[in-house]
């Protein structure tokens, strides 16, 4: 399940940042990815949501430090 | 205002004075780190240097020291972002005439600095404490307390210098519009130090031995700011308005009853978000805030309620209220002729908080400031370019910007700054910045181009040396022909309506 969550996560993020290079790794962080800024933070948020078709709370964006914790918290709602 | 700060320093040594990536510092502590910055000013300041120093700014308590230190040693302070193109930190270290630069951290750019001007770099996380000395300084409240450089038309960009006076009548504004605030108090610092907005959220709360509370450096920042706000239960925090917009899919799981002032400014507030707003922050009296740089911080304040939140706002915006004491508003038509009540024309500003005028630059501020005799008084008033009226009560409704002037992120943004380093790279001339809304209610910059057949990247990554990051165009488009009005000009609602 999450390599499929991290292969949908590539979709997602080669979207939002208009690179087609784009590989998402559990350790990745804003710092990682030149255009990943407070703005473009929301957009992929809400794309992800669209894409899974979840809703995150903002507790768990809060906890959100990587790559590696949106995996978790995806596929946590996608397990309830 | 430093003789509360002294009072403060003194009177509650061992209280919080700020919150800074996890750690507090009290006010002894902080003293202690201004008393330092201020020794070693005093040791390397010449007779001849200029009376302004620059300061790298850093999240960490030696930035915040090094201002105060700066002040404390009765001189002016320049803050420099060093996350800003090398280009715009050279324009205003060279504008400034600053001799000495104060840096916590090694700023690599400043080397290259160096070979334009002989500047005195002080490393301050590395000098030794000093006897605490915050004995308030012999000089006059017309020397400058700051000096901020705001975006300028012609591509460089502008020095606003802002005197004791200035400051002190902000101070003093501030602190008798009545708020019900002590030294328990929680103050959230959300803004860059090259913003003005910044120094309400610091200043004030030294005045009276608050704590103020920063948003760790490198993270998102609407996350980091409500987890400050709900974990470490502020109480007064001004904001801009856009963390509103990332913040409102999640109001129904926010609530902050310990938030005692949500002020908001730096941008237009809408009312339909303030009333959603409201349920999230039950005790708080929500209050929008105006001013442009050049009359210090803010200089008119208005008190929301939602029982009369329609009628107070004008095409969704929320009232802006009345001046503050000592300031004086007017609208005034193109020839300068003062309005009456319910006519639409631009807000003008004058009083204690107003600028002396543009750093050096004779020619703008013949442009911008005016004498108008105001009540049997002549007075010096400055033109915002923002288009206001007076309502029946008195209040200052805003209605937008009367030229091309934007707010993207409460940064002033003129659209034509970014259009002149377009025009100077890619040697075209018909090229428009339009500021748009994206999905999410915000403001973004979309380049058009007429006839641009060059690299995107390659100009992209120009603006990027030329221009802070929130100047840099979301989107940069090609266009076979420029739709063009009537006059010539480039129809820029044309343009909009094309997105």
Redesign the interface.
């Known amino acids: 399940m999450e390599t499929n969550i991290i292969e949908k996560l590539n979709i997602t993020f080669r979207k939002v940042f208009k690179d087609p290079q784009i590989k998402v790794y559990p350790e990745m962080t ?2 990682d990815v030149e255009k990943w ?3 473009t ?3 992929l948020i ?1 794309e992800i949501e669209k894409d899974f078709n979840i809703k995150f ?3 768990e ?2 906890a ?1 430090k990587n790559v590696g914790d949106c995996i978790r918290i995806v596929k946590e709602k996608l397990e309830n | 205002m430093l003789k509360k700060i002294q009072n403060a320093c003194h009177k509650y040594k061992d209280n919080n004075a700020f919150f800074i990536n996890g750690t507090y510092y009290t006010y002894l502590t902080f003293a202690q780190h201004i008393s330092n910055v201020r020794h070693i000013i005093e040791q390397n300041h010449q007779a001849d240097s200029s009376k302004l120093i620059g300061v790298i700014t850093y999240n960490d308590i030696h930035t915040y020291a090094s201002i105060l230190g700066v002040l404390f040693s009765g001189y002016g302070f320049v803050p420099i972002n060093p996350e800003n193109p090398i280009d715009r930190n050279e324009s205003i270290i060279t504008q400034s005439g600053i001799g000495i630069i104060l840096t916590s951290t090694n700023y690599p750019d400043l080397n290259k600095l160096n070979n334009i001007a002989p500047l005195k770099i002080i490393n301050t996380a590395q000098i030794e404490d000093s006897k605490i000395d915050v004995n308030i300084p012999d000089i006059g409240e017309d020397e400058i307390a700051y000096l901020l450089f705001t975006s300028g038309s012609t591509g460089i960009p502008k020095g606003v210098p802002i005197s004791r006076r200035n400051l002190h009548s902000f101070i003093d504004a501030f602190f008798a519009l009545g708020y019900k605030v002590d030294e328990t108090d929680k103050f959230l610092q959300m803004f860059d130090l090259t913003f003005d907005l910044s120094l309400m959220s610091y200043l004030t709360p030294l005045c009276i031995g608050a704590c103020v509370y920063t948003i760790p450096s ?6 980091s700011i ?2 400050l706000l709900e974990d470490q239960n502020i109480t007064v925090a001004l904001m801009v308005p856009s963390i509103l917009s ?2 409102r899919p ?1 109001f129904e ?2 609530r902050l009853p310990n938030l005692k002032y949500s002020l908001f400014c730096g941008e237009a507030l809408f009312n339909d978000i303030t009333s959603e707003w409201f349920p999230c922050v039950p005790n708080a009296l929500i209050q929008n805030v105006y001013g442009p740089t050049e009359a210090t911080i803010f200089c008119l304040t208005y008190d929301w309620n939602k029982d009369i939140a329609t009628e107070k706002s004008f095409n969704g915006i929320v009232c802006i209220g009345k001046p503050m004491n000592n300031m004086y508003s007017i609208i005034v038509d193109e020839h300068l002729k003062e309005l009456s009540a319910g006519e639409k024309g631009e807000m003008c500003l004058s009083g204690g908080q107003l600028t002396p005028g543009y750093w050096s630059n004779p020619e703008k501020n013949k442009k911008t400031f005016f004498k108008y005799n105001f009540n049997g008084v002549e007075r010096t008033f400055y033109k915002t370019g923002d288009l206001c009226f007076i309502d029946q009560d008195g209040d200052f409704m805003f209605c937008g910007r009367i030229d091309h002037q934007v707010k993207i ?1 409460g940064f002033r943004v003129e659209l034509s700054e970014i259009e002149h380093h377009v025009r100077v790279f890619t040697e075209l001339s018909q090229v428009a910045a339009i500021a748009t809304t ?3 209610g ?1 403001t ?1 910059i979309i380049l058009f181009i007429e006839k641009f057949t060059g690299n995107i990247d390659k100009l992209s990554n120009y603006l990027k040396e030329k221009l802070p ?1 929130y100047m840099i165009p ?1 989107e940069i488009k090609h266009i076979a022909v420029m739709p063009l009005n009537a006059n010539g000009k480039i129809d820029r609602n044309a343009l909009k309506k094309s997105l």
């Open positions: 804003a710092n800024d407070s703005i933070h929301v957009v809400a709370k903002l507790k964006l809060i959100m | 490198g993270e998102i920042k609407y996350t409500y987890s990332y913040l999640y799981d926010i992120q994206d999905v999410i915000n973004q990051s979301a």
